[in-house]
């Protein structure tokens, strides 16, 4: 007997026989999402390891654990304004120098969301001048994270903080050096 579901993905009302299935282990717990095709899985997929990846990276560069609460709603500020998940990431991947030494410059940042709000404003003000050098299908190529990149930086999380700030301090050095 077929019922219908939701896409997860472009939220399209459609009957479960006709939807590609995807079974996804949370926790002890299996649950099935449900998407109009192929395709759709793979980019919801990849929307959902760039979020995980941008929430990551604020975190790193906060150099504190920042309330999660916090960090999707000032995301979702810069995404109501029309740029999308990967242009947020791109301008992450840009701007990280950037905003590693002149954190390191500003002692008057204390609390986390502070640094939250010093790290939105970064992204805000620099977030059009990426978009525009950078053209759309050169970002999406260059720039979009991969199921294998995330699952290292989630061990990385977990365990082992520091070696995402080794990468950070190599590019400092490379810098130095030039």
Not at 45 to 69: C, E, G, P, Q, Y
Request: charged share 30%; proline share 1%.
């Amino acid at each position: 007997m077929a019922r219908t579901v939701k896409c997860k993905y472009c939220n399209k009302k459609i009957l479960n026989t006709e939807a590609f299935k995807q079974e996804v282990s949370v926790g002890s717990k299996t649950q099935n999402w449900y998407f109009c095709n192929k395709e759709e899985a793979r980019q919801y997929r990849i929307d959902l390891d760039t979020w995980k990846t941008i929430m990551f990276a604020l975190d790193v560069l906060a150099k504190d654990k920042i309330a999660h609460s916090s960090k999707a709603k000032k995301m979702n500020d810069i995404l109501n304004q029309g740029y999308t998940k990967t242009d947020i990431y791109c301008c992450l991947v840009e701007m990280v120098n950037d905003i590693y030494l002149e954190s390191k410059m500003k002692y008057d940042i204390e609390t986390p969301y502070q640094k939250l709000c010093y790290l939105s404003a970064v992204i805000e003000n620099n977030i059009a001048r990426i978009h525009k050098d950078n053209t759309r299908a050169n970002m999406e190529q260059q720039y979009t994270p991969t199921v294998e990149v995330f699952k290292e930086q989630t061990k990385v999380k977990n365990n082992r903080r520091k070696t995402l700030r080794d990468k950070i301090n190599e590019k400092l050095q490379d810098n130095n050096k030039e």
